[in-house]
């Protein structure tokens, strides 16, 4: 029975794997009794268009202006004032990596022996041309609870110990042509599904040094402090870094039209599967070794005479 059961799951995973590819496929999907229909798995084909193209020593334009979470105009070339900058593309109604991407970051400059706001600026800038302030203050008061505000001027703890907070961060949002244009100029690609009205778009952060130039990348949604750190010193000292590995994770969901997850998600859904198999075979080698054991032992009957 157990051989068996292992060899059910096998077949499962097998049957996972086969679908966790990064090729366009098909998915067939029933629809109602006798019914099935064949689509193919758009968002596949719309990812392959959301991509980062790694630009170093690109030249930002620093005439272009946005405005920040209180709606005050800010201009992008007033933004380093001598500082390197850590910009963020993103966008505040995402409820899906964009977060992800937001605490990766929190989470790495937290060990960052240079501060937010003295040292460099962190700039959050939507890529939805359609959010306003509002969305940027929501979205900035939404990390302020989640990660702690920092204590009030005056407070006795002012100054105590190093408060790490997203209160030094910059949350911009911007005009159609601004955006394209700093997304043009860092290679950030993106796409809006015109039936959802999501945008779908790469998975990373980039270094621009005091003159607004692309200084490095970091692909994914985990970044390793001490890379960080390197890289905002690199970026200091308006150096250029070399090319990063391109991660394939794009901020897609699941699309109900196709069936189908996106294969991020599928290997999430595959690791725990693997997970769950392990634990069932220890439980059940478990109980049945410990009902070995529990077993009293058979005592022979007296032989008569």
């Known amino acids: ?15 996972l794997a086969g679908r966790g590819d990064d090729t366009p496929g098909i ?11 064949v689509r193919e798995n758009r968002y596949t084909k719309l990812k392959e268009k959301a991509t980062i193209d790694q630009q170093l020593g690109a030249q930002l334009a620093g005439e272009l202006n946005f405005l920040d979470h209180e709606g005050k105009p800010v201009r992008l070339g007033d933004i380093p004032a001598g500082k390197p900058v850590l910009l963020v593309p993103a966008y505040y109604r995402c409820r899906m ?6 605490s990766g970051v929190f989470d790495s400059l937290k060990k ?14 939507s890529i939805d041309r359609e959010e306003g302030p509002q969305d940027a203050a929501r979205k900035r008061g939404e990390l302020l609870e989640t990660t702690g505000r920092p204590p009030k001027k005056g407070s006795f ?3 105590k110990f190093d408060h790490r907070t997203v209160a030094d961060w910059r949350f911009l949002v911007g005009g159609e042509d601004a955006i394209n244009k700093v997304c043009d100029a860092i ?10 009205g999501d945008i779908l778009h790469g998975m990373g952060i980039c270094f621009l040094t005091p003159e607004l130039k692309v200084s490095h990348y970091r692909m994914g949604m985990n970044y390793p402090p001490f890379d960080v750190q390197k890289d905002l010193q690199m970026a200091s000292q308006n150096q250029i870094g070399s090319l990063v590995d ?9 699309d109900p039209h196709s069936g189908q997850y996106s294969w991020a998600v599928i290997r999430l859904v595959q690791a725990a599967a693997v997970v769950t198999i392990i634990a069932l075979a220890f439980i059940i080698f478990g109980n049945r070794l410990i009902g070995r054991k529990a077993e009293p032992a058979r005592v022979a009957p007296a032989a008569d005479g």
């Open 112 to 125: 960052v022996k240079f501060k937010p706001g003295n040292d460099f600026e962190v700039v959050i800038f």
């Open 1 to 15: 029975m157990i051989r068996r059961f292992l060899v059910m799951a096998a077949c499962a995973w097998l049957a």
């Open 97 to 102: 990596q964009c977060n992800m991407v937001l």
């Open 246 to 254: 391109k991660l394939a994770f794009v901020c897609m969901k699941y």
């Open 27 to 37: 998915s067939l999907i029933p629809r109602g009794p006798g019914e099935m229909t």
């Open 157 to 159: 703890l002012e100054g």
């Open 187 to 196: 290679g950030y690609r993106y796409i809006r599904d015109a039936e959802t």
